[in-house]
T-cell receptor, first 113, second 115 residues
Framework: AQKVTQAQTEISVVEKEDVTLDCVYETRDTTYYLFWYKQPPSGELVFLIRRNSFDEQNEISGRYSWNFQKSTSSFNFTITASQVVDSAVYFCALRDSNYQLIWGAGTKLIIKP | GAVVSQHPSRVICKSGTSVKIECRSLDFQATTMFWYRQFPKQSLMLMATSNEGSKATYEQGVEKDKFLINHASLTLSTLTVTSAHPEDSSFYIC???????????FGDGTRLSIL
């Protein structure tokens, strides 16, 4: 079965702290894509990153970084030096062979000033 | 980057009204678009896959006669909530991708409130 688990329902940290959002997935496909999306309080979904299953290289984009480990079926997301504007719900998703997205439950991130 | 426009952003109407939501890909063509529903504090639930020129594929439990989908062109898909009732109140979001291996880009969503 295809499944995405985001075990952290809500995380609250003080501004400037680093925070890691966990994502664990299950799939039988050998080729798949993993995604992270951000949903701020206004509701729109913002694409953050896509990772191909064949590319295990970690990625850094500014304060954001992603750690993809096939051995543990995890695709974790770290925000360094968090800011209040990072407050949002973050979704991890797996795309199946029908191009449909399997969504995690989301992690609500609260950054306190 | 790929832009998806969704309209209207908010609808408040009386029970029994039919509501049409539009989803447009502004700078790319999309043979496939997706419609999601999101309840408060929950994840996105795929309702249906909209296919240009053919019938939409509905997920299990989604009433096709209740949620009519039309994908008449490569840049426009519409979702019509027919005879809406308070339980249909929700946040509806569409998405599309320029091609199969590209990430889905999302509209800003439509917040539907049925009184």
């Amino acid at each position: 079965a295809q499944k995405v688990t985001q075990a952290q329902t809500e995380i609250s940290v003080v501004e400037k702290e680093d925070v890691t959002l966990d994502c664990v997935y299950e799939t039988r496909d050998t080729t798949y894509y993993l995604f992270w999306y951000k949903q701020p309080p206004s509701g729109e979904l913002v694409f953050l990153i896509r990772r191909n299953s064949f590319d295990e290289q970690n990625e850094i984009s500014g304060r954001y970084s992603w750690n993809f480990q096939k051995s543990t079926s995890s695709f974790n997301f770290t925000i360094t030096a968090s800011q209040v504007v990072d407050s949002a719900v973050y979704f991890c998703a797996l795309r199946d062979s029908n191009y449909q997205l399997i969504w995690g439950a989301g992690t609500k991130l609260i950054i306190k000033p | 980057g790929a832009v998806v426009s969704q309209h209207p952003s908010r609808v408040i109407c009386k029970s029994g009204t039919s509501v049409k939501i539009e989803c447009r890909s502004l700078d790319f063509q999309a043979t496939t678009m997706f419609w999601y529903r999101q309840f408060p504090k929950q994840s996105l639930m795929l309702m249906a896959t909209s296919n240009e020129g053919s019938k939409a594929t509905y997920e299990q439990g989604v009433e096709k006669d209740k949620f009519l989908i039309n994908h008449a062109s490569l840049t426009l898909s519409t979702l019509t909530v027919t005879s809406a009732h308070p339980e249909d109140s929700s946040f509806y979001i569409c998405s599309a991708a320029p091609s199969g291996d590209q990430p889905q880009h999302f509209g800003d969503g439509t917040r539907l409130s049925i009184l």
